[in-house]
């Protein structure tokens, strides 16, 4: 299988962290590049660049001294706009734009941005032409199959972002109606990369190496988007990756290495975004990292009540301890998946 590129540069791997908002900050994108992501998508930021100075669109800007290539995914529905942000998101070190038209949420397709862009394929086109023209580095586009299932419209945007100079596309293969419900469309997917010539990324519900392996074969796409399986798993870039190659399962990670793992994360957490915000963001994390040991429910809900780092800290460890000693337990237990 040839190498992905997207502009001039070539992924390691076949394999991307998909972009979610409130997720995909600077600890985790790092997280996942250490565990075998070939490319991290940012958080979504606002293309209002008068927005930019809130502290939470401070924290999802570019930095420049993270690993190339930097992509960064901006959202929006004015063509002008979107250019100016995708200039300044260069300015701040971008070295990939990416089109948010796949977020379904209400809050961003209310203001015709996201999928609801779909509607108006005019509008596509006016967007994807200004930004491309805009910058001097590849932009890429995220879509979904279609507004609804009586509008799939995936295949004529894809052939309008290749028309407009769009590198490289990555298909949720879900309309915006379904939001992240039912089965994912793999077939329609497989369409859309029939109708062009870019490379084309496949999305959701991607949860296990054979699952990657099975949507690559079915939908023909050059690489794969993986979103929510990461949350508290990682890892999962490492065990996809390592299947490819090889065809052979990787043994899940034992208790110690997620313990270490998920202590590094609270850790980089803290000190990315202060005390107080560090302590209120691990809490979800923890959650999902946790979801499949027994007594998580029980810990989450103590855990929740904790202020302070050294406390999370200490009540991690400590939950891992009673895990290693706990019935039959060893250390070199694997966790479930």
Same mark, same amino acid.
């Given at each position: 299988?040839?190498?992905?590129?997207?502009?001039?540069?070539? %992924?390691?791997?076949?394999?991307?962290?998909?972009?979610?908002?409130?997720?995909?900050?600077?600890?985790?994108?790092?997280?996942?590049?250490?565990?075998?992501?070939?490319?991290?998508?940012?958080?979504?930021?606002?293309?209002?660049?008068? %927005?930019?100075?809130?502290?939470?669109?401070?924290?999802?800007?570019?930095?420049?001294?993270?690993?190339?290539?930097?992509?960064?995914?901006?959202?929006?529905?004015?063509?002008?706009?979107?250019?100016?942000?995708?200039?300044?998101?260069?300015?701040?070190?971008?070295?990939?734009?990416?089109?948010?038209?796949?977020?379904?949420?209400?809050?961003?397709?209310?203001?015709?941005?996201?999928?609801?862009?779909?509607?108006?394929?005019?509008?596509?086109?006016?967007?994807?032409?200004?930004?491309?023209?805009?910058?001097?580095?590849?932009?890429?586009?995220?879509?979904?199959?279609?507004?609804?299932?009586?509008?799939?419209?995936?295949?004529?945007?894809?052939?309008?972002?290749?028309?407009?100079?769009?590198?490289?596309?990555?298909?949720?293969?879900?309309?915006?109606?379904?939001?992240?419900?039912?089965?994912?469309?793999?077939?329609?997917?497989?369409?859309?990369?029939?109708?062009?010539?870019?490379?084309?990324?496949?999305?959701?519900?991607?949860?296990?190496?054979?699952?990657?392996?099975?949507?690559?074969?079915?939908?023909?796409?050059?690489?794969?988007?993986?979103?929510?399986?990461?949350?508290?798993?990682?890892?999962?870039?490492?065990?996809?990756?390592?299947?490819?190659?090889?065809?052979? %399962?990787?043994?899940?990670?034992?208790?110690?290495?997620?313990?270490?793992?998920?202590?590094?994360?609270?850790?980089?957490?803290?000190?990315?975004?202060?005390?107080?915000?560090?302590?209120?963001?691990?809490?979800?994390?923890?959650?999902?990292?946790?979801?499949?040991?027994?007594?998580?429910?029980?810990?989450?809900?103590?855990?929740?009540?904790?202020?302070?780092?050294?406390?999370?800290?200490?009540?991690?460890?400590?939950?891992?301890?009673?895990?290693?000693?706990?019935?039959?337990?060893?250390?070199?237990?694997?966790?479930?998946?």
């Amino acid at each position: 299988m040839s190498a992905v590129r997207i502009g001039p540069y070539t %992924l390691t791997n076949r394999l991307i962290l998909a972009p979610m908002a409130g997720v995909t900050d600077q600890p985790f994108r790092q997280l996942c590049r250490r565990f075998g992501a070939a490319l991290e998508v940012s958080e979504m930021l606002t293309s209002d660049v008068r %927005l930019w100075n809130s502290r939470k669109s401070r924290l999802r800007m570019p930095h420049a001294d993270e690993p190339e290539p930097r992509s960064v995914q901006i959202a929006g529905g004015d063509p002008q706009m979107l250019a100016e942000a995708a200039q300044r998101n260069v300015e701040l070190g971008a070295q990939i734009i990416d089109i948010n038209m796949g977020c379904p949420a209400k809050k961003v397709c209310n203001k015709a941005a996201g999928s609801a862009l779909m509607r108006d394929e005019r509008l596509v086109a006016d967007i994807l032409e200004a930004v491309v023209a805009a910058v001097d580095v590849p932009v890429t586009l995220k879509i979904r199959t279609g507004w609804d299932r009586q509008n799939k419209n995936g295949a004529t945007i894809a052939r309008i972002a290749e028309q407009s100079g769009i590198a490289a596309l990555a298909v949720h293969g879900r309309t915006r109606a379904d939001l992240y419900t039912g089965e994912a469309e793999y077939d329609t997917i497989a369409a859309i990369k029939q109708a062009v010539s870019i490379p084309v990324f496949a999305n959701g519900d991607i949860d296990s190496p054979h699952k990657a392996a099975r949507v690559l074969q079915v939908t023909g796409a050059d690489g794969l988007l993986i979103g929510r399986a990461a949350q508290g798993r990682p890892w999962i870039f490492r065990e996809v990756e390592h299947y490819l190659r090889t065809g052979e %399962l990787l043994a899940a990670p034992t208790l110690g290495e997620v313990e270490s793992t998920l202590l590094e994360h609270v850790q980089a957490l803290h000190e990315f975004y202060g005390e107080v915000m560090g302590v209120r963001i691990a809490r979800k994390h923890v959650g999902w990292y946790l979801a499949t040991l027994p007594g998580a429910r029980d810990f989450r809900a103590r855990f929740n009540h904790l202020e302070d780092r050294d406390a999370q800290g200490s009540s991690i460890r400590q939950f891992f301890a009673e895990q290693r000693s706990g019935p039959g337990s060893v250390d070199g237990t694997e966790v479930a998946a």
